[in-house]
């Protein structure tokens, strides 16, 4: 049907966009004796403004409790910022670099499962991870609330923990994290961007906890899997790993040593984002489920940052604004002497930062 409306791919659009704001209708006509597919009709899209007088019953009982509920969330103010900090609305941050509200939310997930652990019978994390696509809302400037954190980890996957992960798993898994990445100019060494390329998954790009060091080639060979998780090219883009001051990889090298307990949301554990998926990894690891969600590990560390006093600036500490903390670092391997000497100081410098933290 020519006026049919469809994506820039010519796929037919039945229902969108997301947060249930709109409702799918879709009306096919088929051959009776093939079951072939004939038409579609072009009532079939996104139904909007449908005219409906709402049910009586179901907006006293459903609607009007719910949104009181949610008014009272955002009543509940736990603290500010005196910065924006890009979550999901600017998506070439957080699923692209380092970002102050990406390590918050990394951050949180490492306190809660270090402080849930134990009560699961599981050993401590030695670091944690969450996916930039899992961060769903910004952090404005101004008040920030219970339902600001709902709005920013919204999906209700619960913190976990993977036991034993193998430091070659682990750069495997950091390449998967940063193969989507590319560089907008390449004049300028370090501008990291959302990849332009068919079918990339750019929210896969990992935001660290507290205490690991990343450095990454951007313009090194990425790590490409098929749909299915298989390896189509090795990646070469991990320089470094140091977790706790112990290197991991260095050089591109993984040093041998023990191994590693990850805790990140169950959604990465159980394979979203092919990030542990056991396709391209050494093996299939389970996990522990620590009985949390994201959404209460930001609450509670928000809230534990702050001391309970509404009034703390999320963007007043340093590891949380919008200057880079030295987390995760995408550079060019062999840059002038000028620009070697600076990324010296600038890496040193996020050493000496959160050595005063």
Do not use: W
């Amino acid at each position: 049907v020519a006026d049919y409306p469809t994506t820039d791919a010519g796929t037919p659009i039945v229902t969108g966009p997301g947060s249930y704001t709109t409702l799918g209708r879709v009306t096919l006509e088929f051959d009776a004796a093939t079951g072939d597919l004939l038409g579609i009709d072009t009532s079939s899209n996104p139904q909007e403004n449908l005219g409906f007088a709402a049910d009586a019953g179901i907006q006293s009982d459903v609607v009007d409790p719910v949104t009181a509920f949610v008014d009272g969330l955002s009543s509940q103010v736990i603290a500010t910022s005196s910065q924006l900090l890009p979550g999901n609305e600017d998506r070439d941050v957080i699923r692209a670099e380092e970002a102050g509200l990406g390590n918050l939310v990394a951050d949180g997930i490492f306190k809660a499962a270090n402080d849930n652990a134990g009560d699961f019978g599981v050993d401590a994390p030695d670091l944690a991870f969450v996916n930039g696509g899992g961060i769903r809302d910004n952090v404005e400037i101004g008040d920030f609330s219970v339902l600001n954190t709902f709005d920013i980890s919204p999906f209700g996957n619960v913190v976990s923990l993977i036991e034993d992960v193998t430091r070659e798993d682990l750069k495997m898994i950091f390449e998967n994290a940063y193969s989507q990445t590319v560089d907008g100019d390449p004049t300028r060494g370090v501008d990291p961007d959302q990849s332009t390329l068919p079918g990339a998954d750019t929210g896969r790009f990992l935001h660290v906890s507290e205490g690991v060091e990343i450095l990454y080639d951007i313009f090194a060979t990425p790590l490409l899997l098929d749909d299915d998780g298989n390896i189509l090219q090795l990646g070469e883009r991990i320089v470094d790993i140091i977790i706790n001051g112990v290197p991991i990889v260095v050089d591109g090298t993984v040093i041998a040593g023990d191994t590693l307990d990850i805790a990140t949301l169950d959604f990465l554990a159980g394979g979203g984002n092919q990030i542990f998926n056991p396709n391209y990894l050494s093996q299939d690891y389970a996990f522990t489920r620590l009985g949390l969600t994201g959404q209460v590990a930001l609450q509670s560390y928000v809230q534990y940052l702050s001391g309970g006093n509404a009034s703390f600036d999320i963007a007043s500490d340093a590891r949380y604004d919008n200057t880079p903390d030295g987390r995760i670092v995408a550079f060019v391997p062999t840059p002038t002497a000028a620009a070697a000497g600076l990324m010296g100081l600038l890496l040193v410098g996020a050493r000496r930062r959160r050595a005063r933290a």
